[in-house]
C-alpha cells in the first residue's frame, strides 16, 4: 500500500511553493486535485522558461504538476463554490498559496473550512507571514532571497550579493509545508482533529540558514565575511571551494592543509601547521592552491586526492553528470505521458519506501481535465440550483 | 509538550553532522521524543566541528544548534553489551535514523532486515550519499562534493564565472528535509496497518531532485542552462530577474513586464524591446538595466516600482533585515540555556501549527547524559 493511499488533497495553490508539496504529496500516494480558474489556470502554465515550451505550455508547469488532477472552478462564481466546498468536505487536506486574506474573501479560510470538515488539515504558505509590515508584498522567491541576508553567503568577498540560482525558497517552503501537514495527519489519525499547519517563506529561508544565523546571534553579531576567491562557504576554512584545473574544475572540501601540501607537491601549504590558521589565512592559502592547481588536470589531480581520503570532487554540468554511471544508475529520470499524448522527461521523487522507487507515469492534468470524472465521483453537480 | 502532533513517538538518532541530524530536530520541534545513540568518549562528530572556534559546555555551537531538544544515549554498537541495550531500545522506538556509508549498519547488526525482526513497526530512515550501489556508493557524502558533482554549480553567478557553489549545505539540509517527509507518510501508513517501512534517500537524488525544472528543461531542450552574462538570477528565467546596483546599495528584480518597467524607471532605451524579447536579449537588457540603475538609490526606484505593483525589493544583509519590523513580528529567534548554564540564541522551527509558534526551551544534550535514565526505564518495562 502506498504510504498516502486514499488521502484526497485539494490543492488550490499556484506556481511552485504549494504546488511542489502537493507534488511530494502526490508522489507518495495521495491523489491530489488542483482546483484552477477556468480559462487561464495555474499562471505557471504560462510561465515560459529560457524560451523553452511542451505542447505550448511551459516546461516546469508539467515538471510540477504530474501525478495530479486538474478541476476547473470559478471561485468567485457561487455554483463553482459550492462544488468546490461540497470536494473539500470529502477531502483530507486542503492547501493554498494565496496573499493573506485572499481565502477568507473567497470564504475558504480555515475557519469556514474546519466547519464544512472538522477533519481537514489546512495547509498554507505566505511570503511573509499573516501580519506585520510585509504581509501583503509578494511572496517571490527572489525577493524572499533578498530580503533574508541569503544573497551574501555564495559567490566571493567582493562579488555583489549573489542570489542562489535556483528557487530555494519556494522549495523549501513546500518541503516544510509537506512536513507540517504530515505531522498534522499523523496526529488526526489519532484523535481524528483538524489542524493549520502554516509556513511563510521568509521564516523556511531563514531556518535553512539556522547554522550560521545562530552563529551570528552568538558571535556579537559580525556579518559574514565570503573569501577573497574561491569561497565555498563564509564560515569554513580552506581549502573549502571550488578550483579551476587545467582542464576543468575540482572541489575541494574540508581537509589538512599541509597534507595536501605533500599530496599535491606544493610546498607552500605545508608551512600552514596550525589548523587555526586554515581559517584566519584561508584568502592566503586558497590563492596558493587556485594558482598551483591550474597546472593539471582534473583527473590528475584527482588521482592522487582520492586515493589519499581527500574529500574531492570533479565539478559536472549536466552533459558529464548524464554521462556517469553513478547517475545512470539512480534511475533518476522519468518519462511521463499527458492524455493528449505528450510524453515529458522528468525526474521521479527522491525518496524510496520499502526499496521502491516512486514511478507514476502520469502526466500534468489539461486545464480542467478532470471535472466531470471529479463531478461524478463526488457528487458534487448533485443538489446544485 | 503533548499538543504537538508527534508527542509520543520515539525516534533512536544514530546519524551525525547535519543530514540526518536535522530531521531529528525536525521531528523533535513537531513533538517527537529523538535520543541520539552516540559513540562513547567523542560522540556525534559534529560536537567537535567548530565554525568561527564558537563553543559552548566543550561541544561546538554548530553541534547545539543541530541537537537541541534531544537527549544522548552513549553506546558502542560494536560492543555485544552495548549492543544488547541499543535493540531493547530499538524494540521500543517507533523510528530510527541514520547516515552512515552504505555497510557500516550492516557490520554492527543493525540494518534493516535485522532491526525490522526486532520491532516490525518501526520506520527505518536512511541517508547515503549516492545511494547503496554503483562506484559512488563509498565516496564520501559532503554537501560541496555533492553540489560539484549534480550540476548545481553552474546555476550561481554569471556567465563567465567559474563553477560557484551554494554558500550552505543545501544538500544536506534538503536530504534531511525529505527524510522527514518519508518518515511522517510512513507513519501515517503504520497507523492504518500497522506496518513499518524502509525509507531511503540520498544526497544527490535530494539536489536532482531541487533542479526538477532545470532537469526538465533540459532535457526536452537539450541546452545546458545558461547563467546570463550580468546579474543572474536564474538561469532559466529572462531579463530582468536579478540583483542590480544601485547609487547606494542593491535592489533586486524579479519577473516584471519589461515595457511597464522601462515607463516606471523612465528609461527610454530599455523601452525599445517588447517582453517576448526578455529571455532572447536578456543580457542587453540586463545591461541597460544595470547602467540605469546605478545613477538612484535603492529607495527612489523601489518607490517607483512598487507604485505600479513590480516585484522589487531591497537586498539586505542580516543587520539590515533584523532592525525591521517585518523581521521581528516572526519571533523567529529563541534563547537556550545549556545544561551549563549558557545562554544561546538561535532560531525556531519555521513550521506553525494551529497559529502557534513551536519554541523549545531544551538544549543539546551533553554526551550520554540521559543513559542512567534511559537504563532504569528500560528496567522497569523489565524489557
Not at chain 1, 271 to 296: N, V
Request: hydrophobic letters at 40%.
Amino acid at each position: 500500500m502506498d504510504l498516502l493511499q486514499d488521502i484526497i488533497v485539494v490543492d488550490l495553490s499556484q506556481f511552485l511553493s504549494g504546488p511542489s508539496a502537493g507534488l511530494r504529496l502526490a508522489d507518495m500516494g495521495a491523489r491530489v486535485i488542483k482546483i484552477e480558474r477556468p480559462g487561464t489556470g495555474d499562471i505557471c502554465r504560462q510561465l515560459y522558461v529560457s524560451n523553452t515550451r511542451i505542447g505550448g505550455e511551459s516546461t516546469i508547469f508539467h515538471a510540477i504538476n504530474r501525478n495530479k488532477e486538474s478541476y476547473a472552478a470559478d471561485l468567485k462564481k457561487k455554483d463553482d463554490l459550492q462544488r468546490v466546498k461540497k470536494l473539500i468536505e470529502q477531502a483530507d487536506v486542503v492547501l493554498h498559496n494565496f496573499r493573506p486574506g485572499v481565502m477568507e474573501r473567497i470564504g475558504l479560510d480555515y475557519e469556514t473550512v474546519r466547519g464544512i470538515n472538522p477533519g481537514i488539515v489546512y495547509g498554507e504558505v505566505s511570503g511573509y507571514g499573516n501580519e506585520g509590515p510585509w504581509k501583503d508584498l509578494p511572496g517571490q522567491d527572489l525577493l524572499v532571497q533578498a530580503l533574508s541576508g541569503l544573497t551574501w553567503l555564495s559567490n566571493n568577498e567582493h562579488a555583489q550579493p549573489t542570489p542562489m540560482g535556483v528557487s530555494v525558497v519556494d522549495i523549501l517552503a513546500g518541503t516544510h509545508l509537506t512536513q507540517g501537514i504530515l505531522a498534522a495527519l499523523y496526529r488526526r489519525a489519532i484523535d481524528g482533529r483538524s489542524a493549520l499547519v502554516q509556513v511563510s517563506m521568509l521564516e523556511s529561508i531563514l531556518d535553512f540558514q539556522f547554522e550560521v544565523l545562530t552563529c551570528f546571534y552568538n558571535d556579537g553579531r559580525q556579518l559574514p565575511v565570503r573569501s577573497r576567491t574561491n569561497n565555498g562557504n563564509a564560515y569554513i576554512p580552506a581549502p573549502y571551494g571550488i578550483y579551476k584545473t587545467l582542464d576543468g574544475f575540482l572541489s575541494l572540501a574540508m581537509g589538512d592543509i599541509p597534507k595536501l601540501g605533500r599530496l599535491l607537491d606544493c610546498p607552500p601549504l605545508e608551512e600552514f601547521t596550525e589548523s587555526s590558521g586554515w581559517f584566519d589565512r584561508r584568502d592566503a592559502i586558497k590563492a596558493i592552491l587556485a594558482e598551483h592547481l591550474l597546472s593539471r588536470t582534473t583527473d590528475g589531480w584527482l588521482s592522487v586526492l582520492q586515493p589519499a581520503d581527500i574529500w574531492c570532487a570533479r565539478v559536472m554540468d549536466y552533459e558529464d553528470l548524464m554521462r556517469q554511471i553513478g547517475y545512470k544508475i539512480l534511475n533518476m529520470e522519468l518519462k511521463v505521458k499527458t492524455s493528449n499524448g505528450l510524453s515529458v522527461r522528468t525526474t521521479r521523487c527522491p525518496i524510496r519506501i520499502d526499496g521502491e522507487m516512486a514511478l507514476s507515469d502520469k502526466g500534468a492534468p489539461l486545464l480542467g481535465e478532470h471535472n466531470k470524472l471529479i463531478d461524478g465521483q463526488f457528487g458534487l453537480g448533485i443538489g446544485l440550483t | 509538550m503533548n499538543h504537538l502532533p508527534l508527542h509520543g513517538l520515539t525516534v533512536l538518532e544514530f546519524s551525525q553532522y547535519l543530514s540526518g541530524p536535522s530531521a531529528g530536530l525536525r521531528l523533535a520541534d513537531l513533538g517527537a521524543r529523538v535520543i541520539k545513540i552516540e559513540r562513547p568518549v567523542t560522540g556525534d562528530a559534529c560536537r567537535s566541528l567548530s565554525i568561527k572556534n564558537l563553543w559552548a559546555d566543550g561541544d561546538s555551537l554548530l553541534f547545539h544548534t543541530i541537537n537541541r531538544n534531544k537527549e544522548s544515549f552513549t553506546a558502542d554498537i560494536k560492543s555485544p553489551e552495548d549492543l544488547v541495550l541499543v535493540r531493547k531500545l530499538i524494540g521500543q522506538a517507533d523510528v530510527l535514523t541514520h547516515n552512515f556509508r552504505p555497510g557500516v549498519m550492516e557490520a554492527a547488526g543493525l540494518d534493516y532486515a535485522l532491526v525490522r525482526s526486532i520491532n516490525p513497526r518501526i520506520i527505518y530512515g536512511a541517508i547515503s550519499g549516492y545511494g547503496n550501489e554503483g562506484p559512488w556508493k563509498d565516496r564520501p557524502g559532503q554537501d560541496l562534493l555533492l553540489q560539484s558533482m549534480s550540476g548545481l554549480a553552474y546555476m550561481t553567478g554569471n556567465e563567465a564565472d567559474d563553477p560557484i557553489p551554494f554558500g550552505l549545505s543545501i544538500a544536506d539540509s534538503l536530504c534531511g528535509a525529505q527524510l522527514v517527509q518519508g518518515i511522517l507518510a510512513a507513519l501515517i501508513r503504520r497507523q492504518k496497518t500497522g506496518q513499518g517501512a524502509l525509507i531511503e534517500i540520498s544526497m544527490l537524488e535530494s539536489l536532482l531532485d531541487f533542479q526538477f525544472e532545470f532537469l526538465t528543461t533540459y532535457h526536452s531542450s537539450g541546452q545546458l542552462p545558461q547563467r546570463s552574462k550580468l546579474n543572474n538570477g536564474n538561469p532559466l528565467l529572462g531579463a530582468p530577474y536579478g540583483i542590480y546596483t544601485t547609487a547606494n546599495g542593491y535592489i533586486a528584480i524579479a519577473m516584471v513586464n519589461i515595457p511597464q518597467l522601462a515607463a516606471a524607471i523612465g528609461s527610454d532605451e530599455l523601452a525599445v524591446f517588447t517582453q517576448e524579447e526578455a529571455f532572447s536579449h536578456r543580457d542587453e537588457i540586463k545591461a541597460l538595466l544595470s547602467a540605469h540603475l546605478a545613477g538612484r538609490p535603492t529607495a527612489w526606484w523601489l518607490e517607483r516600482l512598487h507604485a505600479e505593483d513590480m516585484w522589487a525589493m531591497e537586498v539586505l544583509d542580516w543587520k539590515g533585515l533584523m532592525a525591521q519590523d517585518g523581521y521581528r513580528c516572526l519571533e523567529m529567534e529563541q534563547a537556550i540555556t545549556t545544561s551549563g548554564g549558557k545562554s544561546l540564541l538561535t532560531t525556531r522551527c519555521p513550521i506553525r501549527i494551529n497559529g502557534e509558534r513551536l519554541f523549545s526551551g531544551k538544549p543539546a544534550p551533553t554526551l550520554g547524559q540521559d543513559n542512567e535514565r534511559i537504563v532504569m526505564d528500560l528496567l522497569k518495562q523489565g524489557a
